[in-house]
């Protein structure tokens, strides 16, 4: 059996002892995880610190993700730096196992609001067959770990048209910040005026 992915521990490998594994985060594994994401790779590659054991059939992973990222300013676009050090903490179980578990059902019955947003239910998650593949987990992640509205600094005035500035710029009639808005600008010129 072939491991599709990154980050692989085989199950028969661990133990009740548990086990350490350190993985490289190559940069390439991070542009194409966060392929379509604002965040991006900062351009050095990152460490992934887990600790795993085994108890029953139910794997339990704690550790650490240190990468280096990159995202646009919310208010100039201006890149930001970020790097988090971010926890991993899950227990996950066989896919067959989570099957055999009675589902609650959806019409006619309710789950008390406790058991939907208790936070030993956050980080529970299945694994399949006899590896642990543990990219997905490292993604959401760091996805979770982006910030909503990134700044450069708070002081940032955002992006500002060049060459306008101030009340007195709009006086002087219509401007294109964007070279892109030129030619709708020509067409406003030549279009005939009713006087």
């Known amino acids: 059996m072939g491991t599709h992915?990154?980050?692989?521990?085989?199950?028969?490998?661990?133990?009740?002892?548990?086990?350490?594994?350190r993985f490289t985060v190559p940069v390439a594994w991070l542009r194409g995880a966060l392929e379509g994401c604002e965040v991006q790779?900062?351009?050095?590659?990152?460490?992934?610190?887990?600790?795993?054991?085994?108890?029953?059939?139910?794997?339990l992973v704690r550790g650490t993700l240190n990468v280096d990222l990159v995202v646009p300013c919310a208010r100039c676009l201006e890149p930001v730096r970020l790097d988090p050090r971010i926890g991993l903490s899950l227990v996950l179980t066989p896919t067959s196992q989570q099957a055999r578990t009675p589902a609650v059902p959806r019409s006619g019955g309710?789950?008390?609001p406790e058991e939907d947003f208790s936070a030993e239910g956050a980080d529970c998650d299945t694994y399949e067959g006899d590896e642990v593949t543990l990219d997905r987990f490292v993604r959401e992640a760091i996805l979770l770990e982006a910030p909503i509205f990134p700044l450069c600094s708070e002081a940032c005035k955002g992006i500002r048209p060049t060459g306008v500035a101030g009340p007195e710029a709009s006086a002087k009639g219509p401007r294109a910040s964007d070279p892109r808005f030129l030619p709708l600008l020509e067409l406003v010129k030549k279009r005939p005026t009713k006087e």
Do not use: Q, Y
Request: charged letters at 30%.
């Open 5 to 21: 992915g990154a980050f692989v521990v085989l199950i028969h490998d661990l133990d009740a002892a548990g086990r350490d594994h």
């Open 41 to 59: 790779p900062a351009g050095s590659e990152g460490e992934l610190s887990v600790f795993l054991e085994k108890t029953g059939r139910e794997v």
């Open 110 to 112: 309710k789950r008390p």
